[in-house]
């Protein structure tokens, strides 16, 4: 499929990349109540009105409608993500059937890659034996390794849901290895960097994702300086010497994980720093150019874009369309979709100036968001984004110096 492309990078015939994640929400709710979730505590309140689990129709739709695309477009794997809400509130049987389903659906020579996305605190021996016997990979979400990082994470009764998290993770890592994913840890400026990565540890990651909390310039997250976004707006968006607490706080890990003298986990968004800055495509949406292929169905059937979109504005991830009346053809024609697959000419003017953009790329899609600006402005990470990206480039310079 091809469109032309009307972003302010000009025009010319741009191939649509097909969708190779399905992010299918298993269950709309959540057992815990963080006070920083961009889902339950953001803008968006669309989840209201949503049904709790999808219906057998939305299922067995889903699933063909899946199947349809990979068919057509002669995937030879796909991605498929249960999340929720709390995916595991609509029972590790569930999920395992939902996967089973598509997997009969697709062509014999399309892998079906199931993973889940929890927050831990319903694992347990049976759950786990399920999902692990399905092929289900199960990734958690957590703050850090030790209570005092986890102080936002808590029931709707406000009792901290630390306890039952680290029970989770723990009988994951000693009683299900083949099934765990990784550990996603949102970076919070207020605790040590090294501590933070090195209490994670203690659960035996196989890999980590360190994510930058969803903020924009309409909602700026925590911590930045006025001056880092102020300077992101005049046209100068990370010079040398620019406020970068997240980037700092990025590049301490970062180094602490690089002179390991034993890689001990992944940490996806330094693996695809590294991998931008020797020419190899990123794999994730918050750096390089690459188009984006991920879409979420809803428990209604409804189709939209990422749920970090969510963070930006009532509505911003909706598309008006669903699995019923719409292929997955459909959204990639929608115009929202369509921009987020134009890589450098998507990008604004400032971006596309700035020798870092093809390892950036004009970072993640949602931090760029500015009211009456939409999305065609740099990142409000702009200056940590930079500060990171050189310091990757330094070390892998030292590094084949010292090999000379």
């Given at each position: 499929?091809?469109?032309?492309?009307g972003?302010d990078g000009g025009?010319?015939?741009v191939?649509s990349a097909?969708?190779?994640?399905?992010?299918?929400k298993?269950?709309?709710?959540?057992d815990?109540?963080c006070?920083y979730?961009?889902?339950y505590?953001?803008?968006d309140r669309s989840w209201?009105a949503r049904p709790?689990?999808?219906s057998?129709r939305v299922?067995?739709?889903?699933?063909?409608?899946?199947?349809e695309?990979?068919?057509?477009?002669a995937?030879?794997?796909?991605?498929v993500?249960?999340?929720g809400g709390e995916p595991l509130l609509?029972?590790?049987?569930?999920?395992?059937?939902?996967v089973e389903e598509i997997?009969?659906?697709?062509?014999?020579n399309c892998a079906v890659?199931?993973s889940?996305?929890?927050n831990?605190t319903?694992?347990?021996?049976?759950?786990?034996r399920?999902?692990s016997a399905?092929?289900?990979r199960?990734g958690?979400?957590?703050?850090?390794?030790r209570?005092?990082?986890?102080a936002?994470r808590?029931?709707?009764a406000?009792r901290?849901?630390w306890?039952?998290?680290?029970?989770?993770?723990?009988?994951l890592?000693?009683t299900?290895?083949e099934a765990?994913?990784?550990?996603?840890?949102?970076?919070?400026?207020?605790?040590d960097?090294?501590?933070?990565?090195?209490s994670?540890l203690?659960?035996?990651?196989p890999a980590i994702?360190?994510?930058?909390?969803?903020?924009?310039?309409?909602s700026?997250p925590?911590?930045?300086?006025?001056?880092a976004?102020a300077?992101?707006l005049?046209?100068?968006p990370a010079?040398?010497?620019a406020p970068?607490p997240y980037g700092?706080?990025?590049?301490a890990?970062?180094?602490?994980w690089w002179?390991?003298?034993?890689?001990r986990?992944?940490i996806?968004?330094?693996e695809?720093c590294?991998?931008?800055?020797?020419g190899?495509?990123a794999?994730?949406?918050r750096l390089?150019l690459?188009?984006?292929?991920?879409?979420?169905?809803?428990?209604?059937g409804?189709i939209?874009?990422v749920?970090?979109?969510?963070s930006?504005?009532e509505?911003?991830?909706a598309?008006?369309?669903?699995i019923?009346?719409h292929?997955?053809?459909?959204?990639l024609?929608?115009p929202?979709v369509?921009?987020?697959q134009?890589?450098?000419?998507?990008?604004?003017t400032?971006?596309?100036a700035?020798?870092?953009v093809?390892?950036?790329?004009?970072g993640?899609?949602?931090?760029?968001?500015?009211?009456?600006?939409a999305?065609?402005?740099?990142?409000?990470?702009?200056?940590?984004?930079?500060h990171?990206?050189?310091?990757v480039?330094r070390?892998?310079h030292?590094?084949?110096?010292g090999?000379?």
């Amino acid at each position: 499929m091809s469109r032309k492309d009307g972003g302010d990078g000009g025009e010319g015939d741009v191939e649509s990349a097909p969708l190779r994640q399905f992010v299918l929400k298993a269950h709309s709710r959540c057992d815990l109540a963080c006070t920083y979730c961009y889902v339950y505590a953001g803008p968006d309140r669309s989840w209201r009105a949503r049904p709790r689990t999808p219906s057998p129709r939305v299922r067995r739709r889903t699933a063909q409608r899946i199947a349809e695309h990979a068919e057509k477009h002669a995937l030879p794997a796909i991605s498929v993500v249960l999340h929720g809400g709390e995916p595991l509130l609509a029972g590790a049987e569930h999920l395992a059937e939902t996967v089973e389903e598509i997997r009969t659906l697709v062509p014999p020579n399309c892998a079906v890659h199931p993973s889940v996305q929890t927050n831990a605190t319903l694992l347990s021996p049976e759950r786990l034996r399920v999902l692990s016997a399905a092929g289900i990979r199960v990734g958690v979400s957590l703050d850090g390794g030790r209570p005092a990082h986890n102080a936002q994470r808590v029931d709707h009764a406000g009792r901290p849901a630390w306890p039952a998290t680290a029970k989770g993770l723990r009988l994951l890592a000693e009683t299900a290895p083949e099934a765990y994913g990784g550990v996603l840890c949102v970076v919070d400026l207020r605790h040590d960097p090294v501590e933070v990565y090195e209490s994670l540890l203690d659960f035996r990651p196989p890999a980590i994702d360190l994510l930058l909390p969803h903020g924009n310039w309409t909602s700026p997250p925590p911590g930045l300086p006025a001056r880092a976004r102020a300077q992101a707006l005049s046209g100068d968006p990370a010079p040398l010497g620019a406020p970068a607490p997240y980037g700092h706080w990025l590049t301490a890990v970062f180094d602490r994980w690089w002179d390991d003298s034993k890689r001990r986990t992944r940490i996806r968004l330094f693996e695809e720093c590294v991998a931008l800055l020797l020419g190899v495509p990123a794999t994730i949406e918050r750096l390089g150019l690459q188009p984006f292929t991920a879409v979420v169905v809803e428990t209604d059937g409804s189709i939209e874009q990422v749920d970090s979109l969510k963070s930006a504005y009532e509505g911003a991830a909706a598309t008006g369309l669903d699995i019923f009346r719409h292929s997955f053809d459909d959204v990639l024609a929608h115009p929202a979709v369509a921009a987020r697959q134009q890589g450098l000419a998507a990008l604004s003017t400032i971006c596309r100036a700035c020798d870092l953009v093809t390892v950036c790329g004009g970072g993640h899609y949602a931090h760029r968001y500015r009211a009456g600006h939409a999305f065609a402005n740099p990142s409000v990470y702009c200056a940590d984004l930079a500060h990171l990206i050189r310091h990757v480039s330094r070390r892998l310079h030292e590094a084949a110096a010292g090999r000379r």
